[in-house]
């Protein structure tokens, strides 16, 4: 048995993402906006759509969800009976299980409060919503920083080898803030050329390693001591962020700041 993902670029910046064994043909759907697309690649690759996993209420993971329904009639998994479409209602710590791949259902409150985030832990893999991006997490919409800086924690937890899906391609404009707000890194021309390349050739920069984003993310760094040094010493939070501020006043200081940026 062997899962593939395809990345199907929606919106201007989603992501949605269509999980397939590449024998059965068997697959799931994550946070779908834009149904075309979705619908063509389905048709033109003989794939046997089981369901829809939607990770947060918001249009941009879900308003492809009512037409995809209608053409494959399938099940559709979301935190929150508001969301049209929903035939399973998923909560934290539950498992839902396809036969050709589980997941374990993480709520991730923060971003909004239904957010959830789903795990497979036999194949290593993330869909990780509006909650952790690559090189940067979402911004604070319903939740309070400290349920956000919490539901980071708890990803924090999973193993590194973890290839992480996110909502969005913001990966080169998360980069671009760490490089000129938060750190001094000695080659950043050379990483923010790197990044810009990846995107450009693949199309996308996903997935990621959930391990890398332990040592450069900085909305899971909010602990570390040398971290939070390196950005009260940078000269643009020189006086604004103490090197001894708590967790939560440093998750604060940068999410705000990255609002801004
Ligand atoms: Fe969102």
């Given at each position: 048995?062997?899962?593939?993902?395809?990345i199907?670029?929606?919106l201007?910046?989603?992501?949605?993402?269509?999980?397939?064994?590449?024998?059965?043909?068997?697959?799931?759907?994550?946070?779908?906006?834009?149904?075309?697309?979705?619908?063509?690649?389905i048709?033109?690759?003989?794939?046997?759509?089981?369901?829809?996993?939607?990770?947060?209420?918001?249009?941009?993971?879900?308003?492809?969800?009512?037409?995809?329904?209608?053409?494959?009639?399938?099940?559709?998994?979301?935190?929150?009976?508001?969301?049209?479409?929903?035939?399973d209602?998923?909560k934290?710590?539950?498992?839902?299980?396809?036969?050709?791949?589980?997941?374990?259902?993480?709520?991730?409150?923060?971003?909004?409060?239904?957010?959830?985030?789903?795990?497979?832990?036999?194949?290593?893999?993330l869909?990780?919503?509006?909650?952790?991006?690559?090189y940067?997490?979402?911004?604070?919409?319903?939740?309070?920083?400290?349920?956000?800086?919490?539901?980071?924690?708890?990803?924090?937890?999973?193993?590194?080898?973890t290839?992480?899906?996110?909502?969005?391609?913001?990966?080169?404009?998360?980069?671009?803030?760490?490089?000129d707000?938060?750190?001094?890194w000695q080659?950043?021309?050379?990483?923010?050329?790197?990044?810009?390349?990846?995107?450009?050739?693949?199309?996308?920069?996903?997935?990621?390693?959930?391990?890398?984003?332990?040592?450069w993310?900085?909305?899971?760094?909010?602990?570390?001591?040398?971290?939070?040094?390196?950005?009260s010493?940078?000269?643009?939070n020189?006086?604004?962020?103490?090197?001894?501020?708590s967790?939560?006043?440093?998750?604060?200081?940068?999410r705000?700041?990255?609002?801004?940026?």
């Amino acid at each position: 048995m062997k899962i593939k993902i395809k990345i199907i670029n929606q919106l201007i910046d989603n992501y949605s993402y269509l999980i397939y064994d590449i024998d059965s043909k068997e697959a799931l759907l994550v946070d779908p906006a834009e149904a075309n697309p979705i619908i063509k690649f389905i048709s033109i690759n003989g794939i046997k759509l089981k369901g829809i996993l939607i990770t947060h209420h918001h249009s941009d993971h879900t308003s492809g969800i009512i037409q995809i329904k209608e053409k494959f009639n399938i099940k559709v998994f979301s935190p929150n009976k508001k969301i049209i479409g929903t035939t399973d209602l998923v909560k934290d710590k539950e498992q839902i299980n396809f036969g050709f791949i589980n997941f374990d259902i993480i709520s991730t409150p923060g971003h909004t409060l239904d957010h959830v985030i789903y795990y497979c832990k036999q194949e290593k893999l993330l869909f990780s919503g509006d909650t952790l991006f690559y090189y940067g997490c979402g911004r604070i919409f319903e939740g309070t920083y400290e349920q956000m800086l919490n539901s980071l924690k708890k990803i924090k937890n999973l193993p590194n080898e973890t290839q992480v899906y996110c909502g969005h391609e913001y990966t080169y404009k998360n980069l671009e803030f760490i490089l000129d707000e938060l750190v001094h890194w000695q080659d950043r021309g050379d990483i923010k050329q790197k990044c810009r390349k990846l995107i450009k050739e693949k199309g996308s920069s996903m997935p990621f390693l959930l391990g890398l984003q332990k040592d450069w993310n900085p909305f899971l760094n909010c602990n570390d001591i040398h971290y939070k040094k390196g950005v009260s010493d940078f000269h643009k939070n020189k006086g604004q962020i103490a090197p001894d501020a708590s967790e939560l006043e440093f998750f604060t200081y940068i999410r705000d700041k990255r609002n801004d940026f």
